[in-house]
């Protein structure tokens, strides 16, 4: 009976390393293909804004592509956004009410 068990044994351990081998194959052709998507999403820059449909009477060269600002003209632009500590302080002064409003 031992010599039947081992021979179940040795089986399911030559299952479970096939079983290994073919999930490591798919894992690396994953990885693969994962690398290759990610190559090609990087070489294409992504716009929010949809393509212009071209009307009748234009071609397209003559439509304006509008791309993504920079990373460093949306920090300038939201740092000009971004109001001063004294105009919001004169405003509050300017309004002319100091009364406190409890809900």
Not at 43 to 57: D, L
Not at 87 to 98: I, K, L, P, R, V
Request: aromatic share 0%; no cysteine.
């Amino acid at each position: 009976m031992s010599n039947n068990r081992v021979e179940e044994l040795e089986s399911t351990v030559a299952e479970l390393e096939s079983t290994v081998e073919g999930l490591t194959d798919e894992l690396i052709e994953a990885k693969e293909r994962i690398r290759v998507l990610e190559a090609e999403l990087d070489a294409e820059t992504p716009t929010r804004v949809p393509n212009r449909r071209v009307s009748e009477g234009e071609s397209e060269a003559d439509v304006d592509v509008t791309a993504e600002a920079e990373p460093d003209e949306v920090a300038e632009a939201a740092a000009d956004a971004e109001p001063d500590e004294e105009s919001t302080t004169d405003e509050a002064e300017d309004s002319g009410s100091d009364d406190i409003i409890v809900a």
